[in-house]
């Protein structure tokens, strides 16, 4: 029970998650008569934006409901010479980040892709990765982990004084904990990607943590790839001949939660031409419902997608017997998303899944479309059909 709490810990996170910042606090905005220009590039991320000029990069954190609300200012100087007072909500860096502190798997895997682990110096907690690279180091004792249980250890974070924390975004309240890091005056970046409302737009985030380590033309190059080769695997998928229903995850206690209609899994099931049975919800997180009601919607449904930790249909039983009266339990249609995982259980969507959508949804097409899978080269990344 552990195990599948830990997993709810984190399946609730995604849906919903050395540098001198000695510099005085002050209402100066003097660096503003200084022109910035804007990265165009940024197609599809909403919640965040970065100009610069030759002195400077700025990094803009929208965190408010209005994606125009500035929550947060990143400044990373080119030239150290500058000596800018900071004002509320900004952080100044004199370099590039090298030593940070990065609170998901997801972070820590952008910095990964971006070929810079030796950039971080601490993670959340090493039981939820797969990735060999980053076990390597932690066993290594080059890597520490914070956050051993649901809150992170403050006395080892003000110790190692990490130049940056990444952290989850719903958890920005900036209170008791929270506060004191911020009196140990140590930046840190409550991550948005969660509120994006589409995949390609999360998986756009490596650009945002790329400026923080100057690996920005090979983020720009990682993301231009996924984004071909989704828009390509979406157009194809718009040529099946069949639309199958859907629905995805398993209760916890009495309360099922399942993506709402303009989440990140309902726009993969959308691009991948499926029918998600809770398409016409205007959430971009999660619902929280009853199992009558999920029941009422979904069991005429063709596919069940998510089971948590699942990995056999006598187990799935063992959590709640009614889940055999759904159409696809009796049709055997059930996959989950941990065709890969570590000794502790835990599957490597969670770890890579938001930063490449295209392998989940070539997935999802291998999966709904068996008459497409001659154009799609190769077996499933991340899912495997359970029994």
Not at 232 to 238: I, K
Not at 292 to 320: G, H, I, M, P, Q
């Amino acid at each position: 029970m552990r195990l599948l709490y830990k997993f709810i810990y984190i399946f609730l996170t995604l849906i919903v998650l050395s540098c001198d910042n000695s510099i005085e606090k002050s209402t100066d905005k003097s660096y503003i008569d200084f022109p910035v220009k804007k990265d165009t590039s940024i197609h599809y991320a909403k919640r965040f934006s970065i100009s610069e000029n030759e002195k400077f990069k700025c990094i803009y954190l929208f965190g408010n409901a209005d994606i125009k609300d500035t929550t947060g200012i990143y400044i990373i100087l080119k030239d150290s010479t500058l000596n800018l007072k900071k004002a509320k909500d900004e952080f100044f860096f004199k370099t590039s980040c090298k030593k940070i502190a990065s609170l998901s798997s997801v972070y820590t895997n952008m910095f990964c892709e971006l070929n810079a682990l030796q950039n971080v110096s601490a993670i959340e907690n090493v039981d939820y990765y797969n990735n060999a690279e980053v076990i390597e180091k932690f066993n290594n004792q080059k890597l520490i982990e914070l956050v051993k249980g649901s809150e992170i250890d403050i006395e080892k974070t003000i110790v190692l004084n990490p130049d940056i924390i990444f952290s989850f975004g719903m958890n920005g309240d900036k209170n008791g904990e929270n506060k004191k890091i911020e009196w140990a005056n140590i930046p840190t970046v409550f991550c948005l990607d969660h509120l994006e409302e589409t995949p390609l737009a999360r998986a756009e985030w490596i650009k945002f943590y790329a400026a923080f380590v100057r690996k920005e033309q090979l983020a720009d190059s990682i993301f231009k790839m996924i984004e071909k080769n989704y828009l390509s695997l979406e157009t194809l998928a718009s040529t099946a001949k069949t639309q199958p229903t859907v629905f995805t995850e398993i209760k916890y206690g009495d309360v099922w939660y399942v993506p709402g209609g303009k989440s990140f899994v309902a726009t993969l099931l959308k691009d991948a031409n499926a029918n998600y049975v809770f398409k016409d919800d205007t959430h971009t997180g999660s619902l929280n419902l009853s199992f009558e009601e999920v029941y009422t919607t979904a069991k005429n449904a063709d596919y069940w997608l998510n089971l948590a930790l699942v990995n056999s249909k006598n187990e799935l039983l063992s959590f709640e017997p009614r889940y055999a009266e759904f159409n696809a339990f009796k049709k055997g249609n059930l996959y989950n998303n941990n065709k890969i995982v570590n000794q502790k259980g835990y599957s490597n969507y969670w770890e890579t899944a938001i930063i490449y959508p295209d392998r989940v949804l070539s997935d999802l097409i291998l999966i709904f479309h068996p008459e497409l899978n001659t154009e799609i080269k190769g077996e499933l990344n991340y899912y495997k059909k359970i029994k």
